[in-house]
């Protein structure tokens, strides 16, 4: 049973940073892309940012210099770390394992996701 868990959200002022964690259990993870996501409020869900096992990275226009996917294939985990945050910024960010060049087509349920808040 493959697992997803994400991590390490919180309220930050504009300007500020975070560093979110995706710890994933199951082999899929260990083969396969694994983006970051997120949903707004009354928005629909949108790749953030992805990496493939061998660490190719690719970021949504909004966050390119800003956000910086990366993981550790020994822990099991994908983390996203996002500096400069803006009040957009804010949502429930998901981690999931994904097709190659398919990022909308994941192998997982989504999960709980981890709220990110933005706000002076």
């Known amino acids: 049973q493959v697992q997803l868990v994400e991590s390490g959200g919180g309220l930050v002022q504009p300007g500020g940073s975070l560093r979110l964690s995706c710890a994933a259990s199951?082999?899929?993870?260990?083969?396969?892309?694994t983006g970051w996501y997120r949903q707004g409020p009354g928005k629909q869900r949108e790749l953030v940012a992805t990496?493939?096992?061998?660490?190719?990275?690719t970021y949504a226009d909004s966050v390119k210099g800003r956000f910086t996917i990366s993981r550790d294939n020994v822990k099991n985990t994908v983390y996203l770390q996002m500096n400069s945050l803006k009040p957009e910024d804010t949502a429930v960010y998901f981690c999931?394992?994904?097709?190659?060049?398919?990022?909308?087509?994941?192998?997982?349920?989504w999960g709980q996701g981890t709220q990110v808040t933005v706000s002076s």
């Open positions: 999931n394992v994904h097709l190659p060049s398919a990022p909308t087509t994941v192998f997982h349920s």
């Open positions: 199951g082999r899929l993870f260990e083969f396969y892309p």
């Open positions: 990496i493939t096992s061998g660490g190719t990275t």
